[in-house]
């Protein structure tokens, strides 16, 4: 199973994102996370290397389940840790090699190009502070099929 941190990078209002040349979605910055790396030092590096920018103090925010099915046999399965960060330091980058950089106002997002399980999650993260967990299952072709979501109640005392 492949893991993936990204990261909400909130400024001003907008939120980072990268369009990445491959289907031209939109996306938020991230990637996979290396064998034995610590889920806050993956976010770090992934964000830094896709942006140029040091996000400060990343707070998880989702725990979600990507599945893709091909008939009755997964094909694929990742688990993506979403977190939020609105701290950071740097300049995002003019140029990347992973694709265009841009800031979004987050009521813009349902005009952009992404897959619709970012952009459910985006939203929701955005409008609630409690964990989210979710489960996203998409056919051969990666469309989305079906999805649950909840957040956590669970609160430390």
Known sequence: MQRIANCIIQYEGRILLLKKPRRGWWYLPGGKIIHEELLPDAIK??????????VKSPVLRGILTHLVLDEDTYI??????????????????????????????????????MDEADRTVI????????????????????ELQSHKMEFSSNTLS
């Open 76 to 113: 694929e399965k990742r688990t993506m840790f979403i977190f939020q960060a609105d701290s950071f330091t740097g300049t995002v980058n003019e140029k990347s090699a992973e694709g265009e950089l841009a800031w979004v106002r987050v009521e813009d997002l349902s005009e952009m190009a």
């Open 45 to 54: 590096r992934e964000v830094y290397e896709e942006t140029g920018l040091t």
């Open 123 to 142: 939203k929701a993260v955005l409008e609630k502070k409690e964990l989210l967990y979710g489960t996203f299952i998409y056919d051969h072709r990666r």
